[in-house]
C-alpha cells in the first residue's frame, strides 16, 4: 500500500470510503464533555472516558434537550475525515444515559421549557366529552395499546380510532413520535384528540417523554392531546405539556370517553324527567283553564251582584213612590169622578168627591176651599 | 367514516339535541302542543342513543406510522 503514491484529497476520500464500509454507524457511550453550540446551528463535543476522547459533529435538531458537560450519554454517529478539520463523527442521534444523566437532562429542559411557558395551566384545554375520531400514537404491539383499546371498547362505541404504530423508546422513538403527532395534525379530517402513550419502564425507557422533540411536538400539537405513560412517580414531560393527563393506558381510555352503563343510566333518567315535564305541562294547561274559568265566574258573579244591587236601590225608590205607603201615613187619594184632585181649581163647591184611603172609600161632598198662602208655608 | 347506527347525526349531536328539549322544558309556561310533540321527538333521540350505545363499535384504523 506504501507504494502507490496518494494525494492527501485522495487519502481522505480512500479511508472515509474504508470507514463508510466498515463503521456506517457506531454507538459510544461516555462523558460528555466540550460541548457547545455555534450560530444556533451546529454542535460540537467530545465522548470521552479515562483514556481517551473522541470528537462529534451535528446539528441541534438531533439534541434530545439542553445537555451539560459531564453527563453521560450514548452517542450514534458516523466515523469520517473531513478534509480539512480532521477526524470528527457525523452524530445521527444522542441521548443521556443512565439515571443519573436522564434525570439531570429532563430537569434542565425542565427549567428551560417552564421558562418559555410550555407546560403553563393556561395553555391546557379540554377535551371533547363524547370523541368520534381519536388520533392513537403508540406500539402497536404491546400491553399499553391492548389496555387502552379493552377499557375503550368496554366504555363505549361508535369511536374511530386512528391508530399510528410507533416506537416508544430507543433512539428511533423521538423522531417517530413526533412524526406520528405532526401527521396527525396535517389530516384534513382532523381527529379530536391525539392520545400519547405507553407503559411503565425504566427511566431509558422513558427517555423518549422527555425529548426536546417530542415533548415540544405535543406542545404544539393543534389536535387536544391526552399523555399517559405509565409512571408512577415523576411525570414526564411530555405529560406535563399535554393537555391532560393520565396515570395509566387504561386511565386514559377512562378520561377519554364516557361510560355505557352510566350514560344508559342518565337516559333513562332523563326519560322520567322527560314524563314528569309532560305531566306538569298538561297539570299546567289544566290549571290554567280552570284558572280562566274561575276568573270568569268571578267576573259574571260581580256583574250578577252589581245589578243586583242596583236593582234593590231601584226597589226601595220605587217604594217610596209607592201610593200606599202615602195611605198608611194618613194622606188620601182625592177623585173627582175618575180623575184625581191634585188642585182646588178642580173642585166646585158641592161638588162629589170620593176619598180613598188605605182601607176604604169616603164620599164626601166639598163645602168650602180656599188656597194655601204662601206666608205660612214658608214660615214652616 | 366510522358506521353510525344513529343515521347521519353522531352521538354528540342527538345528546345535544335532547338537552335543547330538556332545557326547554325547564323554561317556564309551556305550551301543551309543542310540549307533546317535544317530548315525542325526545323520546326517539333517547331510543336513538340507547340504540347507539348498544350496539355500535369502535373502529381501530392503522395509518402508516
Do not use: C
Request: hydrophobic content about 45%; cysteine-free.
Amino acid at each position: 500500500m506504501q507504494d502507490v503514491i496518494l494525494t492527501p484529497s485522495d487519502f481522505v476520500a480512500l479511508l472515509n470510503q474504508t470507514l463508510e464500509f466498515a463503521y456506517p454507524a457506531v454507538s459510544i457511550e461516555g462523558e460528555l464533555s466540550n460541548f457547545r453550540i455555534s450560530k444556533n446551528r451546529w454542535v460540537y463535543f467530545d465522548l470521552k472516558d479515562e483514556q481517551a476522547s473522541v470528537p462529534f459533529f451535528g446539528t441541534v435538531y438531533m439534541l434530545p434537550g439542553p445537555l451539560q458537560d459531564g453527563l453521560m450519554v450514548r452517542a450514534v454517529g458516523s466515523p469520517r475525515l473531513h478534509a480539512r478539520f480532521g477526524f470528527t463523527l457525523n452524530l445521527q442521534s444522542l441521548v443521556p444515559v443512565g439515571e443519573g444523566a436522564l434525570k439531570k437532562a429532563a430537569e434542565l429542559l425542565r427549567a428551560k421549557l417552564t421558562a418559555e411557558g410550555l407546560f403553563a395551566p393556561e395553555r391546557k384545554r379540554f377535551l371533547p366529552p363524547i370523541p368520534e375520531r381519536v388520533g392513537l400514537v403508540t406500539a402497536a404491539n404491546s400491553a399499553a395499546y391492548a389496555d387502552f383499546v379493552k377499557i375503550l371498547n368496554e366504555r363505549w362505541s361508535g369511536v374511530e380510532v386512528l391508530l399510528s404504530d410507533v416506537y416508544v423508546q430507543g433512539d428511533q422513538a423521538p423522531g417517530q413520535i413526533v412524526e406520528a403527532i405532526e401527521m396527525l395534525n396535517r389530516l384534513s379530517n382532523l381527529p379530536e384528540v391525539i392520545v400519547i402513550t405507553r407503559g411503565g419502564g425504566s427511566a431509558e425507557d422513558l427517555a423518549a417523554f422527555n425529548d426536546e422533540r417530542v415533548v415540544r411536538a405535543v406542545a404544539a400539537s393543534r389536535v387536544p392531546t391526552l399523555v399517559a405513560v405509565g409512571h408512577e412517580v415523576d411525570f414526564s414531560l411530555a405529560e406535563l405539556a399535554a393537555d391532560v393527563r393520565a396515570s395509566t393506558p387504561s386511565n386514559a381510555a377512562q378520561l377519554l370517553v364516557p361510560d355505557r352503563a352510566a350514560e344508559l343510566a342518565h337516559l333513562d333518567a332523563k326519560r322520567q324527567t322527560l314524563k314528569r315535564d309532560l305531566a306538569s305541562a298538561y297539570d299546567g294547561a289544566v290549571m290554567e283553564l280552570v284558572n280562566r274559568r274561575d276568573a270568569l265566574v268571578s267576573q259574571i258573579t260581580n256583574v250578577l251582584n252589581a245589578q243586583s244591587q242596583q236593582l234593590q236601590s231601584l226597589r226601595r225608590l220605587i217604594k217610596l213612590f209607592d201610593p200606599q205607603a202615602a195611605l198608611k201615613r194618613g194622606y188620601a187619594i182625592i177623585r173627582k169622578g175618575s180623575k184625581i184632585v191634585s188642585s182646588i181649581d178642580q173642585v166646585k163647591i158641592g161638588d162629589h168627591l170620593n176619598l180613598q184611603v188605605q182601607d176604604g172609600t169616603i164620599s164626601a161632598k166639598a163645602l168650602t176651599k180656599s188656597p194655601k198662602l204662601r206666608a205660612e208655608s214658608s214660615r214652616l | 367514516m366510522a358506521k353510525k347506527p344513529t343515521g347521519s347525526k353522531t352521538y354528540a349531536q342527538l345528546s345535544a339535541e335532547l338537552s335543547e328539549i330538556m332545557d326547554w322544558f325547564e323554561g317556564g309556561e309551556v305550551d301543551l302542543d309543542e310540549a307533546l310533540a317535544k317530548y315525542q321527538q325526545a323520546a326517539k333521540l333517547i331510543e336513538q342513543m340507547e340504540k347507539h350505545l348498544k350496539t355500535a363499535a369502535n373502529k381501530i384504523k392503522k395509518l402508516n406510522a
